[in-house]
């Protein structure tokens, strides 16, 4: 039986169903990461949902026929445990990660700046470091990463949260340069605005008056589906095609600085 060519399949990868592929998705409990363990599995991933709430997950993963594994990504041992449990892995999605404070740099919180480095930047490279013996096992593979358009553009009180995307930027393309020649692609997803129930309410310490403004007057912001839908995009391409990064936003939003406001 001879192994097919990518070139044979230019819409994709195809997925045996006996035989699905495996992917992780951390940060898989709300937002983005569980729209898109959704996404992966519509596609015909088993997908492993990793996350520090374990109902949430249990619910999600029941829901599409996968399986959850509680998981600190800042906590090695408890990422060791994730990577022991998935052998062999095919997509890594990289998507634990968040904002806390508005600080201006002349009065930052640094105890937050720590926090949001160790998430964004310190856990997407644990995980990707305990992962990676698990994708190079499956011999075509793809770790998305996901960043911001706050990892391409500076703006006032922003300087912890844009500091630690810029590093997820800088690891994602240090990682592309250093695994060039093995079979893992590498890609960066970088939304702009996107209205998730979480993530601007953990920003301003659930404060839910704080959190709608960012959003005041925008028709309509991305939603959770809208980056999930590119991520499982991205990990469906065929195995010679590596989307370096993709940026995306809505049509509302030209820049950090350019929101059309109804």
């Known amino acids: 039986m001879t192994q097919d060519h990518p070139h ?104 937050a700046w720590r926090w949001m480095y160790d998430v964004n930047v310190l856990g997407l490279v644990r995980v990707t470091q305990a992962l990676l013996p698990s994708l190079r096992a499956s011999g075509d593979a793809v770790i998305v990463n996901v960043g911001s358009t706050a990892g391409r553009w500076a703006y006032e009180g922003g300087g912890g949260y844009t500091a630690a995307k810029h590093g997820v930027k800088v690891v994602t393309e240090t990682l592309r340069l250093e695994l060039n020649g093995e079979p893992i692609r590498i890609t960066e997803v970088a939304p702009g605005m996107v209205r998730t129930e979480e993530f601007s309410l953990v920003r301003f310490g659930g404060d839910q008056e704080k959190a709608d403004a960012v959003y005041a007057g925008v028709a309509e912001p991305l939603l959770a589906e809208d980056v999930a839908d590119a991520i499982a995009w991205v990990a469906t391409r065929p195995s010679h095609v590596d989307i370096d990064e993709l940026v995306i936003k809505p049509r509302a939003q030209a820049a950090a600085h350019k929101v059309h406001r109804a």
Do not use: K, W, Y
Request: hydrophobic share 45%.
């Open 8 to 111: 044979d399949h230019p819409h994709g990868q195809t997925h045996d169903p006996a035989h699905p592929r495996t992917a992780v998705v951390t940060g898989a409990s709300s937002g983005i990461g569980a729209a898109t363990a959704r996404a992966l599995a519509a596609q015909g991933f088993r997908v492993v949902c990793a996350a520090r709430r374990t109902d949430r997950i249990e619910d999600l993963a029941a829901e599409i026929g996968g399986e959850a594994i509680t998981c600190d990504i800042t906590d090695a041992a408890s990422v060791e445990a994730l990577a022991a449990a998935v052998p062999v892995c095919h997509a890594l999605v990289n998507n634990a990660g968040g904002a806390v404070g508005v600080d201006r740099v002349d009065a930052a919180d640094l105890d």
